[in-house]
Each structure stands twice: as C-alpha cells, then as structure tokens.
C-alpha cells in the first residue's frame, strides 16, 4: 500500500549451515582435516522434495522464498525446487534469491538466469581470514574449495546480483565489503594472499549489486537503487573517489555527509530532483 513501509510477502527458507560446522549441504564429503572423507555431507534441512512442494505453493501464492544457501548441494535443492515452481505455476515475477553462495557448482550457476533466481552475495567473507584457514580450507576437497564465491563467474554467465551484509553477522561497513569484492583480501588482514582471485570483480559491479542489485531483489527498483529524476535517495559524500583510490584501500573510505529522503519529504525531493538533472547535465 502507497507510504506503507513493512511487506509481508517474502518467505525465508534455512536450506542448510554453515561450512565451519559442517552443516552446509556439499555435494561431496568434508574431509577430517588430514584429508581423508569422513561421509558427511552436510545438513539439508528441509528435505529436497518436499521443499520444492513447499516453495511450488508458496509461488503459487505470489511469496518470494528467500533461500539460505550456502553449499553447492543446498544451491541445487534451492535451484531445483525454483525449477519446480516455475514448471507447475509457469514464469512470474516473484524473483526468488539465494543468499550466501559460498560453494556453487559451475553446473548451477548456468542454472540462475533461465530461471529467474537472483544470486544474493556477502562479499565480505571471500578472503583468507582466520575462518576460512582455519575451518574451511583444511575440511574442503580441492575440487570443492576453488568453487568458493564466484562472483565474476555469476556476473559473466548474466545473473541478477545483489549484495547484502549479513549483519549483524559481518559488518555493515559497504565500502569495506566491497574491498573484499575487488581484492578477495581482508581490510583487516591485507596481509594475506587474496582468495581465489580470478573470482574478483569490479568495483562498479559490486556497488551496483549493493544498490540497483538490491532494490530489484526487493520489487523497488521503480523507486530506489539508482539516482535518478523522481526517485527516493540516500545519498551520501564521501572522503575521497573511491574509482580513484587503489583497491586495497577502498575500505579505508569515511561517509562524511548523509542525505536521507522521507517518502513525503518534498522539499528534500526537490533537490534530488535537482542534483539528478545537474549530473545528467555534466554527463
């Protein structure tokens, strides 16, 4: 409803864990950490055929399910019961997401955009911090560890991107974040050698799944995402040009100035109206 500001028409599905207790759902087993399979494949919590029942209704409805998935083997259950969906009601724009994304088969990413499903990133976690050393690199077979957070390989095969923190997980520090993305090295840990790096994108891509990416996961990009003539804004002055600043330090960057619209805010609109047609004008 016009000036409402809650929706209550996204479902959240927990289709499996995390990988540093070995509950995220993998194709394969984790390994004992001496590199022997231990059998264990991880959690799906909800078991795969019924969850395409479930999430078949709940499309059916006009929900959006937003899916926890964070091993390859919950990105294809999740896949799999869109699929099912969209096979049973046909295709609609309920733009289901799979949030988090941390080992996707290559299969599945081809999988992403025929059906409409939205890859939902945390870019902050693809770095080698003390979790991914410690809990994740020595529990992974090869095959499986180099399929960690293919964000390049996302974007190049088309998908729709949003980014999202996951706070109060991660931190809610954008910019730091999107460091991460252009580097796959930890601000806090710069260090280190990057993680996987050929899955490291542009700033650009990754400030656009933080804004447009993320107003199109949540039905707004009419209103929000992009600074236009008519649109609601939070527009923000940083303390440098962040094109300009080397990638490992993008991070470092301090919002000095925060424009914030309210929906009946004229006087505001106003001049967001008028900053959008005087950049229009300089391009």
Request: proline share 5%.
């Given at each position: 409803m016009?000036?409402?500001?809650?929706?209550?028409?996204t479902?959240?599905?927990?289709?499996d864990?995390?990988?540093?207790n070995?509950?995220?759902?993998?194709?394969?087993?984790?390994?004992?950490?001496?590199?022997h399979?231990?059998?264990?494949?991880g959690?799906?919590?909800?078991d795969?055929?019924?969850?395409?029942?479930?999430v078949?209704?709940?499309?059916?409805l006009?929900?959006?399910?937003?899916?926890?998935?964070?091993?390859?083997?919950?990105?294809?259950?999740?896949?799999?019961?869109?699929?099912?969906?969209r096979?049973?009601?046909?295709?609609?724009d309920?733009?289901p997401h799979?949030?988090?994304?941390?080992?996707?088969?290559?299969?599945?990413?081809r999988?992403?955009?025929p059906?409409?499903?939205i890859?939902?990133?945390?870019?902050?976690?693809?770095?080698?911090?003390?979790?991914?050393i410690?809990?994740?690199?020595?529990?992974?077979?090869?095959?499986?560890?180099?399929?960690?957070?293919?964000?390049?390989?996302?974007?190049r095969?088309?998908?729709?991107?949003?980014?999202?923190?996951d706070?109060?997980v991660?931190?809610?520090?954008?910019?730091?974040q999107?460091e991460?993305?252009?580097?796959?090295?930890?601000?806090?840990?710069?260090d280190?050698?990057?993680?996987?790096?050929?899955?490291?994108?542009?700033l650009?891509?990754v400030?656009?799944?933080f804004?447009a990416?993320?107003?199109?996961?949540?039905?707004?990009?009419?209103?929000?995402?992009?600074?236009?003539?008519?649109?609601?804004?939070?527009?923000?002055v940083?303390?440098?040009?962040?094109f300009a600043?080397?990638?490992?330090?993008?991070?470092?960057?301090?919002?000095?100035?925060?424009?914030?619209?309210?929906?009946?805010?004229?006087?505001?609109?106003?001049?967001?109206?008028?900053?959008?047609?005087?950049?229009?004008?300089k391009?």
């Open positions: 016009p000036g409402s500001r809650l929706a209550g028409n479902i959240k599905v927990m289709q864990g995390v990988a540093e070995y509950t995220a759902a993998m194709l394969d087993s984790y390994l004992d950490g001496h590199g399979p231990t059998g264990n494949r959690i799906s919590f909800v795969p055929e019924a969850l395409k029942a479930h078949t209704r709940l499309d059916a006009g929900f959006q399910v937003h899916f926890h998935a964070l091993g390859d083997r919950a990105v294809r259950e999740a896949l799999d019961a869109v699929e099912a969906a096979a049973a009601n046909g295709f609609s309920t733009r799979l949030a988090h994304l941390q080992v996707v088969d290559p299969a599945e990413i999988r992403f955009r059906l409409g499903a890859a939902n990133i945390q870019t902050y976690w693809a770095c080698n911090d003390g979790q991914m410690d809990l994740t690199e020595p529990y992974l077979a090869p095959g499986r560890y180099r399929l960690q957070y293919p964000f390049r390989a996302l974007l095969a088309g998908v729709t991107v949003a980014a999202g923190s706070w109060t991660s931190t809610p520090n954008v910019m730091a999107a991460v993305a252009v580097t796959r090295v930890s601000p806090e840990l710069r280190r050698d990057p993680l996987l790096p050929d899955e490291a994108i542009t650009t891509d400030l656009g799944a804004t990416g993320s107003a199109f996961v949540s039905h707004l990009e009419g209103t929000s995402g992009t600074v236009e003539v008519g649109k609601a804004a939070d527009l923000v940083l303390d440098r040009d962040v600043e080397a990638p490992g330090r993008i991070g470092d960057t301090r919002v000095l100035l925060t424009l914030r619209s309210e929906e009946h805010t004229s006087e505001l609109q106003s001049h967001l109206n008028l900053v959008c047609r005087l950049l229009l004008e391009k």
